[in-house]
């Protein structure tokens, strides 16, 4: 059998782990400084709890698991029954599958504040790496297994929240160098354009439509209106807010008046100027035809791009006012983002923000050449000693020939190799090779931390 992988899934070598983790380190360290605390939660969860929370595009991209040991059923006839009718219907049945692979971390984490609430002291402030799997169709920047790196605040309706998100979006790709647009909109604006054109039972046709702007343009979303029961006197009414432009402030003025009989929407504007207000000293850019196309977002919704690399949204996130409630415990309002690991990782590699220096932190700093049995021993337990000193130290495992020990040196990028023989053993010293000048010399073997931690 030949091996391969599942379309949309990939593997990482040590070099990418090393990068990936560049991105995670920065990302859950900025977290750290902001009061945020980890949790984790099961790769699958009960499919009545994914369901319905994504709307039903997100419904369709849930990687359903099939229930176990159905040959083993007494119903084989209704499980058959109910195979046929889902593959003809694409209707879920809980005789054929009770569990999904996670789609975000969003619903997970509603769920388990719900189950530990008792536990936890509001307002909560968690973050979460792990990763999540959606059956889309594979192409650049998105894939069918991904990590996210989650922020949440719930318990709490303060805006100053959302101004937080935003400081730590911009301290993230500050220091990743990444030159990214921070985009904001509130869904209480998208409420009041779709009570302004008087269809408000539309909200989520209307929302999803706009939402893929940017994607296929004007002509394709006016389309997609029409065949989702838009009429054409609505369409003309939110046509306007496809392109206005201006300062944000011009945005505001714009939204103000053409929002001012909707009580929802007015209220949306509001946020929307407070929040910018907080983020004065941050580049935000207010996209009124910006949606996002998840069910559950309430009020302020955020999206960025870099700059430099088209590879759509790097980060996005949102206000949710009462996700809980649908597992039991309602008015608990929350504010999160989420970082695209992986979108990260291909923005820094196509831009070159990967620096070879940056890398070499993480590789072993010096191997011992093997010798033979006697020298190893000495060099285990010399190596031990370096270890406890916090550098990362090999041992060539086999008295192979002195080329191929070399050639493993060089290929891992390793900087220095140690030889040690019977004169160095007998004489407590250690001939230090650098593998990247090429000079080699012997010092005595008390100096050779310092060699290391100082060249």
């Known amino acids: 059998m030949k091996p391969s992988l599942p379309k949309g899934t990939r593997d990482f070598n040590p070099e990418e782990m090393l990068r990936r983790n560049h991105i995670l380190n920065t990302i859950t360290g900025v977290y750290r400084r902001y009061g945020y605390q980890q949790i984790e939660t099961p790769a699958m969860e009960n499919l009545s ?78 973050f979460q790496v792990q990763p999540v799997w959606r ?15 989650d922020a949440d605040v719930i318990g709490s309706d303060s805006l100053l929240n959302e101004a937080e998100l935003v400081f730590i979006i911009s301290e993230v790709f500050r220091s990743l160098n990444i030159p990214v647009t921070i985009k904001l909109n509130n869904r209480k604006v998208l409420t009041g354009i779709s009570e302004k054109c008087g269809m408000p ?52 003025n714009f939204l103000k008046t053409e929002l001012k009989d909707s009580a929802t929407g ?23 035809t910006l949606a996002r196309g998840l069910n559950y977002y309430t009020g302020a919704i955020f999206e960025v791009k870099a700059n430099d690399v088209e590879i759509g949204s790097v980060c996005g996130g949102g206000r949710y006012d009462d996700l809980t409630g649908v597992f039991g415990l309602k ?18 590699l196509e831009s070159g923000l990967f620096s070879d220096q940056l890398l070499s932190h993480s590789y072993t700093q010096l191997m011992f050449v093997n010798f033979g049995d006697k020298e190893s021993q000495y060099c285990l337990e010399l190596a031990q000693q ?11 495992p086999e008295n192979a020939k002195m080329k191929k020990q070399m050639a493993y040196a060089d290929a891992n990028k390793i900087k220095y190799v140690a030889l040690i023989g019977d004169s160095e053993m007998s004489s ?18 008390n100096q050779i931390a310092h060699l290391i931690t100082q060249g």
Not at 228 to 240: A, H
Request: with cysteine.
């Open 49 to 126: 709890t994914l369901t319905g929370k994504y709307g039903d595009e997100g419904d369709q991209l849930l990687f359903r698991i099939l229930n176990s040991r159905l040959h083993e059923s007494k119903k084989k006839d209704q499980v058959l029954e109910e195979f046929q009718r889902s593959l003809e219907q694409n209707i879920n049945s809980d005789i054929l599958t009770e569990r999904a692979l996670r789609y975000d971390l969003t619903v997970p984490f509603a769920r388990y504040v719900v189950m530990h609430q008792h536990e936890i002291t509001f307002p909560f402030r968690r």
């Open 135 to 149: 059956a889309d169709r594979p192409q650049k920047g998105r894939y069918r297994e991904f990590y996210q790196c």
């Open 201 to 252: 039972e539309k909200i989520i046709d209307i929302t999803v439509a706009i939402d893929k702007l940017d994607k296929i343009g004007e002509s394709k979303v006016i389309e997609e209106l029409s065949a989702k029961g838009i009429n054409d006197t609505s369409i003309e009414k939110i046509k306007p807010f496809f392109g206005f432009s201006g300062s944000n402030q011009d945005k505001i």
């Open 266 to 288: 007015t209220q949306g504007v509001t946020e929307l100027e407070t929040i910018i207000g907080l983020c004065k000293n941050e580049q935000l850019e207010l996209d009124i």
């Open 331 to 348: 008015g608990l309002s929350g504010v999160g983002i989420s970082f695209g690991i992986d979108r990260i990782y291909d923005v820094m």
């Open 386 to 396: 370096l270890r406890t000193k916090g550098i990362a130290v090999e041992l060539y």
């Open 428 to 445: 407590d010293t250690v001939t230090v090779k650098n593998m990247q000048s090429g000079e080699q010399k012997t010092i005595p073997v």
